[in-house]
């Protein structure tokens, strides 16, 4: 029965992830036909799609899927996505932007409000939180395009404002307007990135000190992060190490 409980286990946690990387490749193709009806569906004259088209090859999302999302946007009954952003306060009073791409409005309100309600949230108006973060453009590259200190030339040159490089990769920072050419600029010295997309970064992070409250948020993101229309969520807090690690054990 041991054997067979742990077989249970293990499908049960690659059912998660595939159903995970099932919403992810969603949200993603979701992005890239918006990208290409709201622009043009070249992705060489159309910045916003070569971020998608970018960000969903880093995913390993196959040239057929993301050329099929591509004339989805071409169809005369595509369908029209809004861009809608929704703020609030999570658990312990952290601050969350959510931004999400749907085509039925009243359903993501009720998805979105209904995640923080069942979770000691409380959504509140456009702006209500959003002076808590600032505004970036976001170029991610993995660590074995080369050193910190490559990278770091590389950004200065192409008119960055930061880098930040760890043992998984480098993220370089510039103002929301330079997006698409610091992008190009870096291209030119490193390569394709791995994505290319604007932030919301928290200007000083909540520290959630609460069991329970660190729970209840962390669910509550987890609940955002698998819904298909919520493309990026972005909170404002901290969890110290041992109360993560007592969490997620």
């Known amino acids: 029965m041991a054997g067979h409980s742990q077989f249970k286990n293990i ?12 919403v992810l490749f969603s949200r993603l193709a979701r992005e890239i036909t918006a990208a290409a009806k ?32 591509i004339q989805k946007s071409q169809g005369g009954d595509a369908e029209n996505y809004d861009e809608i952003r929704y703020e609030g306060y999570g658990p312990g009073g952290v601050a969350i932007i959510v931004e999400a791409l749907t085509d039925n409005r009243n359903r993501t309100a009720s998805d979105v409000r209904t995640a923080f309600g ?42 960055a404002e930061d880098v930040e490089s760890t043992e998984e990769g480098h993220e370089i920072l510039c103002q929301p307007d330079d997006l698409s050419t610091v992008r190009d600029g870096l291209e030119a010295a490193l390569g394709h990135a791995e994505s290319a997309k604007l932030i919301w970064r928290p200007n000083s992070p909540t520290p959630v000190t609460q069991e329970d409250a660190a729970q209840s948020l962390l669910k509550m993101l987890d609940v955002l992060d698998d819904n298909d229309d919520v493309q990026n969520v972005y909170a404002a807090f901290e969890i110290d190490e041992a109360l993560m690690s007592k969490l997620t054990a």
Request: glycine content about 12%; cysteine-free.
């Open 118 to 159: 069942k979770n000691g949230g409380a959504l509140g108006e456009t702006g209500s939180v959003a002076f808590m973060f600032t505004r970036f453009g976001s170029i991610k590259y993995p660590a074995k395009v080369g050193s910190a200190d490559k990278v770091l030339e590389a950004a200065i040159e192409a008119g």
């Open 38 to 69: 709201m622009g043009l569906p070249d992705p060489a004259k159309n910045p916003r799609l070569r971020g998608a088209v970018l960000a969903a090859r880093a995913q390993n999302m196959t040239k057929d899927a993301i050329e099929r999302a």
């Open 11 to 22: 499908m049960h946690r690659k059912g998660a992830q595939d159903k995970k990387r099932a």
